[in-house]
């Protein structure tokens, strides 16, 4: 079984509706973050959480909305989906271990979401 | 903060050497990290230097010169199969990892 999955694997939806996107992971880890991917962008951070009870603004957070319900469970939410959200969204773990590690991180398969 | 430069695109043939550089700015420095993500897939960790030199995995190593904040990625005998995007990336601590807009090799017969 995977390790980090992510739910739905596609989705389809009109302006203004809201989405959730999930994310669920069996590694243990404390650290989950949620990324977006466009064509010759990279992977933008939108939001992260350290643990349960942490949650912080990544780089593009304007629209979105996470909760962090368990140390296994972090959603992203669209309150009001608009076109330019259409992209390649992924959810990541990682566990910093000791101070000054290499903080890998571990990368669900990626939920394609179009707004239409 | 942290920005990471990384050429777009290298194209090199099969069997041959190619090396993707990646060039950091950062506040604080604890090493570079490399991924790799086949189209359609997600990034898979690859590498990590965290002191100065080349470190060696199979087919692949990477370099780290810390003074010229300075890596890269060597991928030898190169197979089709390593057509992919390379993300550099660098993790500061208590911020997550910065990665930086990834290089998408093609390799060619």
């Known amino acids: 079984d995977a390790d980090v999955t992510q739910t739905p694997r596609n989705r389809i939806t009109k302006t203004g509706k809201r989405i959730m996107l999930e994310c669920s992971q069996t590694?243990?880890?404390?650290?989950m973050y949620w990324y977006r991917q466009d064509p010759g962008l990279g992977l933008r951070l939108i939001y992260y959480?350290?643990?349960?009870?942490?949650?912080n603004k990544g780089e593009i957070s304007d629209g979105y909305s996470v909760s962090r319900q368990a140390q296994a469970k972090f959603s992203l939410s669209l309150e009001s989906a608009i076109p330019n959200q259409t992209a390649l969204y992924f959810c990541?773990?990682?566990?910093?271990?000791?101070?000054?590690?290499?903080?890998?991180?571990?990368f669900g398969p990626g939920t394609r979401l179009t707004v239409l | 903060g942290q920005s990471l430069e990384q050429p777009s695109e290298v194209t090199a043939v099969e069997g041959a050497i190619v090396q993707i550089n990646c060039t950091y700015q950062?506040?604080?420095?604890?090493?570079l990290s490399w991924y790799q993500q086949h189209d359609g897939g997600a990034p898979t960790f690859l590498s990590y230097?965290?002191?100065?030199g080349l470190e060696e995995t199979g087919r692949f190593s990477s370099f780290l010169s810390r003074s010229d904040s300075y890596g890269y990625l060597l991928l030898q005998e190169l197979q089709m199969k390593d057509s992919a995007s390379y993300f550099c990336?660098?993790?500061?601590?208590?911020?997550?990892?910065?990665f930086g807009k990834g290089t998408r090799l093609s390799v060619i017969a």
């Open positions: 230097n965290a002191l100065d």
């Open positions: 950062t506040s604080g420095f604890y090493g």
């Open positions: 959480s350290f643990d349960v009870k942490d949650i």
């Open positions: 990541a773990t990682s566990d910093l271990g000791l101070a000054g590690g290499t903080d890998t991180q571990y």
């Open positions: 990336a660098v993790p500061s601590g208590n911020t997550p990892l910065v």
């Open positions: 590694k243990g880890h404390d650290r």
